[in-house]
């Protein structure tokens, strides 16, 4: 449930999934050194910024946003669905 003015963003792998995708998809981030670096630091100056909550749960991490930062988010999950295919991410 999201907070008046918050966004969440849920970031899982389940073990079924591992199972029927690890054939199909890398299992691991397919970013180069340079890139995950430039990856890191964007991640961490957006989440100083806008990150208010996070909670993890088995494979599950939950990342709870400002809403004002939805542009951001929805620019994160595209990010990291193209070089981490093995991963799930939902905005809710």
């Given at each position: 449930?999201?907070?008046?003015?918050?966004?969440e963003?849920?970031?899982?792998k389940?073990?079924?999934?591992s199972?029927t995708?690890?054939q199909s998809?890398?299992?691991?981030?397919?970013?180069?050194?340079?890139?995950?670096k430039?990856?890191?630091?964007?991640?961490?100056?957006?989440?100083a910024k806008?990150?208010r909550?996070h909670?993890?749960?088995?494979?599950?991490?939950?990342?709870?946003?400002?809403r004002c930062?939805?542009?951001d988010?929805h620019?994160?999950v595209?990010?990291?669905?193209?070089?981490?295919?093995?991963?799930?991410?939902?905005?809710?």
């Amino acid at each position: 449930m999201l907070a008046g003015t918050d966004m969440e963003l849920l970031w899982t792998k389940s073990a079924r999934e591992s199972m029927t995708s690890i054939q199909s998809a890398p299992i691991a981030c397919t970013l180069g050194a340079g890139d995950f670096k430039d990856r890191m630091r964007w991640i961490r100056e957006f989440s100083a910024k806008s990150l208010r909550s996070h909670h993890r749960e088995g494979l599950t991490l939950e990342l709870t946003y400002d809403r004002c930062a939805a542009a951001d988010v929805h620019e994160f999950v595209r990010r990291e669905q193209a070089c981490c295919g093995f991963s799930s991410l939902r905005c809710a």
